[in-house]
């Protein structure tokens, strides 16, 4: 226990230290004060201070106006709380990220917002000095705790293939090509929570759900009472795919229209009230492809005369059937076979294809073959068995929804997992104390 403690005491030292004048006549003037000690950590008063700082402008940005100062302070400081604890954590486990990884993950964000990354650091310093390390350090921190939940959370997580094979219908039957932007307010049940206390959770989410269908608004409500990881932001998550939302959120989200408000919905970890602002479609990517086959009748100067014969001719138009074009083999019994083993070329697009095929086919319909052609080894006939618009986004869909069920399932634990380290961790909140929370300038 000493050595667990012996960081915060050095750090306890060497704050009194600082706060202590020589100057007789002088009152001492306390420089920082420690607002919390997670496990062997602490959280300074600056620390809050920053925090306070960009809620505020956050709270701001979105025309959310909130007076009480001390209820946002408590939820700043939670969620230093738990930076703490998966910081923390990620140190236990050895988790990194490389220089490397920050360089890409800032690359793909500058491209997304049409910069390079030189023209993204550049606007962020113009904007805020240090902006561009203050953003690159907020990054890496976002990559950590992804690592981090990865780890934890989605390496444990197991999905069965019944699961997979519901997941694929259901889907079938929804549409799973929309995202949805919701808001959400939650409470929160205490760890092994007793009988009287999941009525207390629930008894307050439901006055909540009431206040909001009496016209209050809901990312007031969301700063002021959610537990949710979002609350700051007004309970505002954003755009997310349905494979991203928790199942029960979807079981209420398949009842609703733009603006609702769900009813209470229980959780493993509380109580939930949701609000669908918008939906949208995904963009899907349908693509033409076409069934095809290929034959080639072997010749030396093929491609020295170029135009086929009248006999060629008159078999391609002869082919209305894949029956037909498989006679070809039957017809031809003494090509080697190694020629046309691989006569079944399947669906293809015409991206996948040669110029000569793309010529070829160009204003053929299915059941047809098309005009034999030449290459180096002879004659090619192509037979167009059918075309199908195809959506190359549901490739592979087992493997797809296996990952979508694990992120799903990722999810909705690793609120649980973060809230047991939270129970698990060795906490002093000292928010309460005299002058920690006296008026600063940057509120």
Request: charged share 30%; proline share 2%; hydrophobic share 40%.
């Amino acid at each position: 226990m000493k050595n667990r403690f012996s960081k915060i005491w050095i750090t306890l030292f060497l704050i009194g230290l600082l706060s202590q004048t020589s100057l007789a006549d002088t009152k001492p003037q306390l420089l920082d004060r420690v607002v919390a000690v997670v496990n062997d950590d602490i959280i300074l008063k600056s620390d809050l201070e920053k925090g306070l700082v960009k809620a505020m402008q956050e709270l701001r940005s979105r025309n959310i106006q909130l007076t009480d100062k001390e209820d946002l302070a408590e939820k700043v400081l939670d969620g230093l709380i738990l930076e703490r604890i998966q910081l923390q954590r990620s140190q236990q486990l050895g988790l990194k990220v490389s220089d490397d990884e920050l360089f890409q993950q800032v690359l793909a964000i500058a491209k997304q917002n049409n910069l390079s990354a030189a023209e993204l650091r550049d606007q962020l310093n113009k904007s805020k000095p240090n902006g561009f390390e203050t953003f690159r350090e907020g990054i890496r921190q976002e990559l950590l705790f992804k690592k981090l939940r990865d780890s934890e959370v989605l390496s444990k997580t197991q999905v069965t293939e019944s699961e997979v094979t519901n997941f694929i219908q259901r889907q079938a039957l929804m549409q799973n090509y929309s995202e949805f932007k919701l808001n959400h307010i939650m409470i929160s049940l205490p760890k092994s929570a007793t009988p009287a206390e999941r009525e207390a959770s629930r008894e307050k989410a439901q006055k909540l759900l009431t206040r909001l269908k009496q016209g209050e608004a809901f990312s007031q409500l969301a700063v002021r009472h959610s537990d949710g990881q979002n609350a700051l932001q007004g309970g505002d998550l954003g755009w997310l795919k349905a494979d991203q939302l928790p199942s029960f959120f979807m079981d209420e989200i398949d009842k609703m229209a733009v603006g609702d408000i769900s009813r209470v919905i229980r959780s493993a970890v509380g109580f939930h009230i949701i609000q669908l602002q918008d939906k949208r479609d995904k963009d899907a990517k349908i693509v033409k492809q076409y069934h095809l086959y290929r034959f080639i009748l072997l010749s030396d100067n093929a491609q020295q005369t170029q135009t086929p014969n009248a006999t060629l001719i008159k078999l391609a138009k002869g082919i209305n059937s894949l029956e037909d074009f498989k006679a070809l083999n039957d017809k031809y019994k003494d090509m080697p076979t190694s020629v046309n083993a691989n006569s079944h070329l399947g669906w293809q697009t015409l991206a996948e294809m040669p110029q000569d095929y793309i010529k070829a086919i160009k204003d053929l319909s299915p059941k047809q073959a098309a005009m034999p052609f030449a290459n180096d080894q002879g004659w090619v006939i192509l037979y167009l068995d059918g075309i199908r618009d195809k959506d190359l986004s549901i490739i592979n869909k087992r493997q797809e929804a296996m990952q979508s069920l694990r992120m799903k399932k990722a999810t909705e634990s690793y609120g649980s997992w973060l809230r047991r380290m939270k129970d698990e961790a060795i906490i002093d909140i000292r928010l309460k104390d005299a002058d920690i929370l006296s008026p600063q300038k940057a509120f």
